[in-house]
């Protein structure tokens, strides 16, 4: 009779612990509940990070000044035009081309128009005849008819620089502005 009891008494308070364990006390409850109504909703239903564009181009600008390498995206050894771009989106987390010709085919085409800044903006190779992309930076800013943007150029300033679209022949070689954001 006495090892009955004992077994039963384990087994009533075995089932009681357990069950204590698994309770959620009501405050608690109603603390979690109140707390998740005041946090933000999620926007960004997709896979697509969400990057500010002044973000983006803060990071751009903290690389001014790399010298231009061909076929290199390291900011050791420097960059061309496309492995800039490639490194600076990258780094938020986008996949994007590593070619200036695939970027043609990448993201929503713009018009000049209608650019904003953080979009690709890319231009023909240094012959303007041949409308085959070969040249791609990052807008940097839009101020009326004024756009700069910020690339790795081969030109005259050897490396990550910013340059107005008016500069030079870059309005001749103007093709496309694509929205990565």
Not at 61 to 66: A, D, E, N, P, R
Not at 132 to 146: E, F
């Amino acid at each position: 009779m006495k090892k009955t009891i004992i077994l039963f008494s384990i087994a009533f308070f075995s089932v009681w612990a357990g069950k204590a364990q698994t309770t959620v006390p009501l405050e608690y409850r109603e603390l979690v509940n109140r707390l998740s109504k005041q946090l933000p909703e999620q926007k960004n239903k997709t896979n697509i990070p969400e990057t500010s564009p002044n973000k983006l181009l803060e990071f751009a600008k903290s690389m001014l000044g790399i010298r231009y390498r061909t076929a290199s995206s390291s900011p050791k050894r420097g960059f061309d035009c496309s492995g800039f771009v490639n490194y600076v989106f990258s780094n938020f987390g986008f996949k994007v081309p590593r070619s200036s010709r695939d970027f043609a085919l990448s993201g929503e085409a713009k018009k000049l128009e209608d650019a904003k800044i953080g979009d690709v903006i890319l231009f023909t190779g240094t012959n303007s005849r041949s409308r085959t992309p070969g040249h791609v930076g990052i807008i940097y800013s839009v101020d009326g008819d004024d756009i700069k943007f910020i690339h790795s150029s081969s030109g005259g300033a050897k490396g990550v620089t910013i340059t107005s679209l008016n500069e030079g022949f870059y309005k001749k070689r103007f093709l496309k502005v694509v929205s990565i954001l």
